[in-house]
């Protein structure tokens, strides 16, 4: 016993010298970023409903350190291996919170989507996200040679479509049970992208695309909360600028407001009772408002070289599997972005969707650190020079 932790303490202490520093180095610079202006977006709204300022910074602290101390040991000395059992326990753990989301769930702003865990408040949906991830890259992988062979009964189809359509659509309708769209959405594009990578074919990736639109337009229809934010994007200028419009309107008057540079770090204008819960969804709004077009261009150009680099990490991935999880975690924090600024830019419709490293919320965070975590782990194996 004593062999086996002295050889795990020299296995992690060699890690550090392996793990890719780039990568991690921008995934800290972020974690500042997201600290400091989770601070300014969120002093005036928790002093109002708090009674403290730094109520919303010191949980992202709190929840931040907890994150990484408990990311380091699988950074540091997780072997590739060890992420195909983890994704497969992963996988059933979601379904399972999933399920219980939709018996004792809390309900708010028209979903049902967290669970309240004593002190601790969860959405499941995140964790089925990183969940569909792992469980997608490893049914692929295992069955790469069928998804590509070419044989009328080769198995492309049932490999390359029906068994990770399955494992898409199962946690696909939990989430469309939550009246979850953004989170339905983002499940949908992930899946599509992970079995493009993996080598399904194009045309049935098509008729996979359709489907999410379907059940996407299904839920909107079948949902009054989904219609009135599809409305309210569609008629902004007629719709009352004091009811449903009035969080969007607000994050484009503190996006208009900040010009090239900004008013400055802290003195924001919108966050004091305007952009309703800043910390959130908008905090972006404020990011713009405080240090202008010149400062969130430079926070999305941080987002594009971390998911750059993770490509560059996945492209040189000991193996299929480890290079598909990758790939996929990379191309969730790029949808994750995308969606976060489309909306509060509204080029889409309002559904609440979460900036990666930036909004409220203590285990988003805690998921987001993780999965940076599984990329640190899978670059010690890494092919590429340094």
Same mark, same amino acid.
């Given at each position: 016993?004593?062999?086996? $932790? ?5 296995? #992690? ?10 990568y %991690? ?12 202006m989770?601070?300014?977006a969120? &002093? ?32 540091? #000395? ?11 326990? @992963?996988?059933a ?17 028209g ?7 004593g ?5 499941p949906?995140?964790l &089925?996200?990183?969940?569909? !991830? ?10 790469? *040679? ?7 009964r ?14 898409i ?17 983002i499940?949908g594009?992930?899946?599509?992208? !992970?079995?493009?990578?993996?080598g399904? *074919?194009?045309?049935? =990736? ?6 999410v ?5 299904? =839920? ?13 994007w569609?008629?902004?200028e007629?719709?009352?600028? @004091?009811?449903? &419009? $009035?969080?969007?309107?607000q994050?484009?008057?503190?996006i208009? +407001? ?8 802290l ?6 009772g ?13 990011? #713009? ?5 010149v ?13 750059r680099?993770?490509f ?9 599997? +480890?290079a %598909? ?7 969730? %924090?790029?949808?994750q ?14 559904t609440? !969707? ?10 988003? %965070? ?13 670059s ?7």
């Open positions: 016993m004593r062999e086996f $932790w002295s050889n795990v303490r020299v296995q #992690c202490a060699q890690g550090w010298k392996r793990i890719d520093t780039p %991690l180095l921008m995934v800290l610079a972020l974690l500042v970023f997201g600290a400091a989770s601070f300014s969120s &002093a005036v709204y928790a002093e109002q409903f708090y009674g403290e300022s730094t109520y919303f910074f010191k949980r992202y602290l709190l929840f931040a350190l907890l994150a990484i101390a408990a990311t380091l040991p699988f950074a540091l #000395c997780a072997k590739p291996a060890f992420w195909r059992f983890f994704g497969v326990f @992963l996988y753990f979601s379904i399972f919170l999933l399920l219980l989301v939709l018996l004792i769930g809390t309900v708010g702003g979903a049902q989507r967290w669970l309240v865990l002190p601790v408040t969860v959405q949906s995140e &089925a996200k990183t969940a569909l !991830v792992l469980m997608l890259a490893l049914v692929m992988s295992k069955h790469e *040679r069928e998804i590509r062979s070419k044989k009328r080769g198995g492309s189809f049932r490999y390359g479509v029906l068994l990770p359509g399955g494992l659509a199962l946690i696909g309708v939990l989430v469309a049970a939550e009246k979850h769209i953004s989170g339905l959405m499940i594009m992930l899946g599509v992208f !992970v079995m493009f990578l993996g399904t *074919r194009l045309r049935y =990736l098509a008729w996979m695309a359709g489907a639109a379907a059940a996407g337009s299904v =839920l909107i229809l079948v949902s009054s909360y989904a219609q009135l934010r599809v409305d309210t569609l008629h902004i007629q719709v009352d600028p @004091l009811g449903s &419009a $009035w969080q969007t309107l994050g484009l008057y503190a208009g +407001s900040g010009g090239l540079f900004g008013v400055g770090f003195n924001g204008r919108q966050k004091h305007y952009v309703s819960q800043p910390q959130n969804d908008f905090i972006f709004t404020v990011i #713009c408002e405080e240090l202008g077009f400062g969130a261009l430079l926070l999305l150009l941080l987002f594009a070289k971390l998911i680099r993770g560059h990490i996945a492209a040189h991935a000991p193996d299929r599997f +480890s %598909l999880v990758v790939y996929g975690i990379s191309l969730k %924090l790029a949808i972005t995308a969606l976060n600024v489309a909306v509060v830019t509204n080029s889409m419709p309002n609440g !969707v979460s900036l990666p490293f930036f909004s409220s919320g203590g285990t988003f %965070l805690a998921i987001q650190i993780f999965e940076m975590g599984i990329v640190l782990a899978i010690r194996y890494s092919t590429h020079k340094r």
